[in-house]
């Protein structure tokens, strides 16, 4: 089965900077998009940023635009966040979602780990 996991978050100062990881191990026929989310305390899912399954295109929500990079070695590879000027507004559960399709016969479908934690004190 397809196995997802974060890592690479932990506690900073505000203005500090931390790259998040995005590694799969398993059946990977095929890879789409790569999408990030996070989950502040108290609040819904939110989507913030994601890459194409070509690796050209990125789209970033406005609250992360210009300090955040979404970077994949390629769309079977480990998938990378940037994250720089961080603030105290990016506290939260950070995941990755790639989109795989683990065998040839079955469609793509996105994929969720446990999270990493960042904190961003003031």
């Known amino acids: 089965q397809v196995v997802l996991v974060e890592s690479g978050g932990g506690a900073v100062q505000a203005g500090g900077s931390l790259r998040l990881s995005c590694a799969t191990s398993?059946?990977?026929?095929?890879?789409?998009?790569l999408f990030w989310y996070r989950r502040a305390p108290g609040k819904e899912r939110e989507f913030f940023a994601s890459?194409?399954?070509?690796?050209?295109?990125?789209d970033y929500a406005d609250s992360v635009k210009g300090r955040f990079t979404v970077l994949r070695d390629d769309p079977l590879g480990t998938g990378y966040l940037h994250m720089y000027n961080l603030k105290p507004e990016d506290t939260a559960t950070y995941y990755c979602?790639?989109?795989?399709?683990?065998?040839?016969?079955?469609?793509?479908?996105?994929?969720w780990g446990q999270g990493t934690q960042v904190t961003v004190s003031s």
């Open positions: 979602s790639p989109e795989i399709a683990p065998t040839e016969s079955d469609p793509y479908r996105q994929y």
């Open positions: 398993g059946p990977i026929w095929s890879a789409g998009g």
């Open positions: 890459i194409d399954y070509k690796n050209q295109i990125t």
